[in-house]
Nanobody, 124 residues
Framework: QVQLAESGGGSVQTGDSLRLSCAAS????????MAWFRQAPGKEREEVAA???????IYADSVKGRFTISKGSDSNIFYLQMNNLKPEDTAMYYC??????????????????WGQGTQVTVSS
């Protein structure tokens, strides 16, 4: 069974850091693009960051310079290091995997596999 499992969420204060982890099982994602999306209450799901099978990374403007996406030595685990967190980063964070058949890393429809999400809450 294909599974993506996030961990590392929590409640922090403005300026704090968190590291989210995503462990994939039941399938090899070595050729997939792995990404993080987030969704805040009452808002649309939005892209955060992605890393492709070659290790190239891309970020949403809102997190650029603060967040870092990376892969572990095992190709089926990856991370999102979040520094200098802000209240607007509060959301449910999802790890996802897909082949990007249209090359649109920001499009949720490009990703076939989704985790259940981990909550990040940043208070001011």
């Amino acid at each position: 069974q294909v599974q993506l499992a996030e961990s590392g969420g929590g409640s922090v204060q403005t300026g704090d850091s968190l590291r989210l982890s995503c462990a994939a099982s039941g399938y090899s994602y070595s050729r997939h693009c792995m990404a993080w999306f987030r969704q805040a209450p009452g808002k649309e799901r939005e892209e955060v960051a992605a890393v492709d099978s070659d290790g190239n990374t891309i970020y949403a403007d809102s997190v650029k310079g603060r967040f870092t996406i990376s892969k572990g030595s095992d190709s089926n685990i990856f991370y999102l290091q979040m520094n200098n967190l802000k209240p607007e980063d509060t959301a449910m964070y999802y790890c996802v995997a897909g082949y990007l058949t249209r090359g649109r890393w920001y499009d949720p429809n490009e990703y076939k596999h989704w985790g259940q999400g981990t909550q990040v809450t940043v208070s001011s």
